[in-house]
């Protein structure tokens, strides 16, 4: 049987988990990823249900969970503290925190060695399976478009696909030192929001959203300490346990929907087809997902084309809910966040869990139809 190849362009969460993932069905694998080491960037990930559903189909469950911290009490509350909606994380099957870098080190060191090649930037792509790169070309059965939001292989392959948009608001993550907190949430005024999750090893993980053009001034701690410093505990405390190094600051961007996610023998994954705002934690979610998906069907004669049919229409419906709930979070008018808070509060206790069903309630092929224990 001749072996299929395959070039997969990035070493995010999804080139990484596709990568396994078509090692796992017998491809040959290479990944090229332009930056020389696979740096400790990003801060904290939510890991849903359907996120570790897809982790287990690469094997990795067990090394995941033992890295993460499973998220209890959340939900959603004023400045002031008020609950608007509380949600138990168990019941809606364990949703998981942990380091970006955790995970994307685990899928890493999960490959075979000599399969990820890093320092090798990638400048095109073609429909025909043909690489250009900085160290030369290749041409491959089939090429993964991993390379996130600015895709180089969606560019070249799509040059007419519109480019990312920027949704409105900037997002500040940071991972303070070691804090005893309780539980954790987000929490919402006008036109930014607070929110908090505890890591395993006791640090927390917070982000900080706020209105603002696109070409702002940067948003430092000190600024996150006059807008977010009289809100309700601890939020004051994780500041003050915040270096002001530790803050990364996005501007957040989205991709407009694309017609397809497929082109000859080049598909795109994760935020290179998709990139959605972070309102629902999903981005890196639907990545692993898009990643076992790929592999199990790229071996078909029209697997990517089902792929396409598979894929496109999730991740698209859970990319605009990302943007609905970023819209009326960010809202900042005070009649229209009365209207808001008065919603979210008078809405029946399960609502907030029955919202997620359809985001969560996802298997692997491989498993279609077996529900979490
Ligand atoms: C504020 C914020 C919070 C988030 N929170 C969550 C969350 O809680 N849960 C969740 O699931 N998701 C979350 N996300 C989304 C998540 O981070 C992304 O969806 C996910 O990391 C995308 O992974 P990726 O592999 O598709 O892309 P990326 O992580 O962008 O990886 C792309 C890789 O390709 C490489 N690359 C790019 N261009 C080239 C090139 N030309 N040649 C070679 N290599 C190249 C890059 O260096 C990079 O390593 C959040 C995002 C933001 C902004």
């Known amino acids: 049987m001749t072996v299929r190849t395959a070039t997969v362009v990035g070493a995010g969460i999804g080139g ?9 069905r ?4 290479e990944v090229l990823e332009r930056f020389h080491d696979l740096t400790e960037v990003g801060a904290g990930l939510s890991l849903w249900p359907n996120a570790l559903r897809a982790l287990d189909a690469l094997g990795l469950a067990d090394r995941v969970h ?19 909606a509380r949600m138990d994380g168990a019941a809606h099957g364990g949703a998981v925190m942990i380091h970006r870098a955790a995970l994307q080190s685990t899928l890493a060191q999960a490959l075979p060695a000599g399969v990820l090649r890093t320092g090798v930037r990638v400048s095109r792509a073609d429909a025909d399976g043909t690489v250009v790169h900085s160290e030369g070309s290749c041409t491959a059965d089939l090429v993964v478009g ?16 519109p480019g990312p948009r920027y949704a409105g608001y900037t997002t ?29 090893d006791g640090r927390v993980y917070c982000f900080a959203t706020v209105t603002a053009p696109e070409d702002g001034p940067r948003v430092g701690l000190e600024e996150l300490r006059e807008r977010f410093g009289g809100w309700h505990t601890p939020i004051p405390a994780l500041l003050d346990a915040t270096d002001a190094g530790a803050v990364l600051q996005h501007g957040i961007h989205e991709l407009p929907p694309l017609r397809s996610y497929t082109a000859g023998r080049v598909a795109l994954v994760g935020d290179a087809a998709h990139a959605m705002t972070p309102n629902l934690g999903q981005g890196a979610c639907q990545a692993l997902e898009d990643a076992v998906v790929l592999a199990d069907r790229a ?7 089902e792929y396409d049919l598979l894929r496109r229409p999730r991740t698209q419906y859970v ?18 966040v009365a209207l808001r808070d008065g919603l979210v509060r008078a809405a029946p206790a399960d609502a907030f869990q029955k919202s997620l069903k359809p985001l969560v309630d996802w298997s692997p092929p491989a498993c279609e139809g077996r529900r979490p224990e």
């Open 66 to 84: 033992a890295q993460a911290l499973s998220e209890s009490r959340t939900g959603v509350r004023t400045s002031g503290g008020q609950w608007l």
């Open 26 to 29: 017998g491809w040959q694998v």
């Open 146 to 161: 991993a390379d996130g939001l600015h895709s180089v292989v969606r560019q070249t392959v799509w040059p007419d696909a």
């Open 172 to 200: 500040c993550r940071m991972v303070t030192h070691p804090v005893a907190v309780d539980g954790g949430g987000e929490s919402w005024g006008r036109g930014e929001r607070f929110g908090y999750a505890s890591l395993p």
């Open 299 to 305: 071996d078909a004669s029209d697997g990517l084309h």
């Open 319 to 336: 990319a605009r809910r990302s943007r609905l709930v970023g819209r009326v979070a960010q809202w900042s008018s005070r009649g229209a």
């Open 16 to 24: 990484l988990a596709t990568a396994l993932a078509l090692l796992r």
